[in-house]
């Protein structure tokens, strides 16, 4: 079985600065992927990034970039010079490489951005 | 490129009442997704299907929730009858394939089920 876990339940930031986001899981399987989704109020969930288990390089996208610590099962997001369009739930997710591809997600992270 | 459309939005019932869901995925995606997404909790998988066929169910509460999805396109989600605790968002989401390698998903706008 999967599990992924957020240990903030909420996190703000003030405008321009940057944050981290905390993500850890747990899996038996060698190949997955991780992603990082992004919920705003009217709760479209939108995809922010995802990394490959077996790329040892941290995706980065524009002003998103994760800290992928594959031995410690740890996938942070980190948001450099944040917006007020970033204030949203942020969910951590992952899905095994084999089979269905089922979306496992954490509780999410609420991030409110401080203008 | 349409997104994936669900209605209704909203929806308020009493319990013990039916309600059924629609979600029309995005045009060519073979692999659609029901999720449940409980206030304060991340969406939890209710039930996948690949075209037409059911690819898992497992979490799905069949003695009171069912699913179908007809010629591989628009899907229908079913609670019947419903409890307090089914008060949540209900999300669809497809994907272009699954099971060769990852395709990303694509989630509606989501239904706001209210069950007093």
């Known amino acids: 079985a999967q599990t992924v876990t957020q240990s903030q339940p909420e996190m703000s930031v003030q405008e321009a600065e940057t944050v981290t986001l905390s993500c850890t899981y747990d899996?038996?399987?060698?190949?997955?992927?991780l992603f990082w989704y992004k919920q705003p109020p009217s709760r479209q969930m939108i995809l922010v990034i995802r990394?490959?288990?077996?790329?040892?390089q941290n995706a980065t996208e524009n002003r998103f970039s994760v800290n992928f610590q594959k031995a410690a099962k740890s996938f942070s997001l980190k948001i450099s010079d944040s917006q007020l369009g970033d204030a949203a739930m942020y969910f951590c997710?992952?899905?095994?490489?084999?089979?269905?591809?089922?979306?496992?997600f954490g509780k999410g992270t609420k991030l409110s951005v401080i203008p | 490129e349409a997104g994936v459309a669900q209605s209704p939005r909203y929806k308020i019932i009493e319990k013990r009442q039916s309600v059924a869901f629609w979600c029309n995925p995005i045009?060519?995606?073979?692999?659609l997704y029901w999720y449940q997404q409980i206030l304060g909790q991340g969406p939890k998988l209710l039930i996948q299907f690949q075209n037409n066929g059911v690819v898992d169910d497992s979490q799905l509460p069949k003695d009171r929730f069912s699913a179908e999805r007809l010629k591989g396109v628009d899907s229908t989600l079913k609670i019947q009858p419903a409890k307090l605790e089914d008060s949540a968002v209900y999300l669809c989401?497809?994907?272009?394939?699954?099971?060769?390698?990852?395709?990303?998903?694509?989630f509606g706008p989501g239904t706001r089920l209210t069950v007093l």
């Open positions: 899996t038996s399987e060698s190949d997955y992927y």
């Open positions: 989401a497809s994907s272009l394939i699954a099971g060769v390698h990852w395709g990303e998903q694509f």
């Open positions: 997710a992952m899905a095994s490489g084999a089979g269905s591809y089922q979306l496992t």
């Open positions: 990394q490959e288990a077996y790329k040892q």
């Open positions: 045009s060519g995606h073979a692999t």
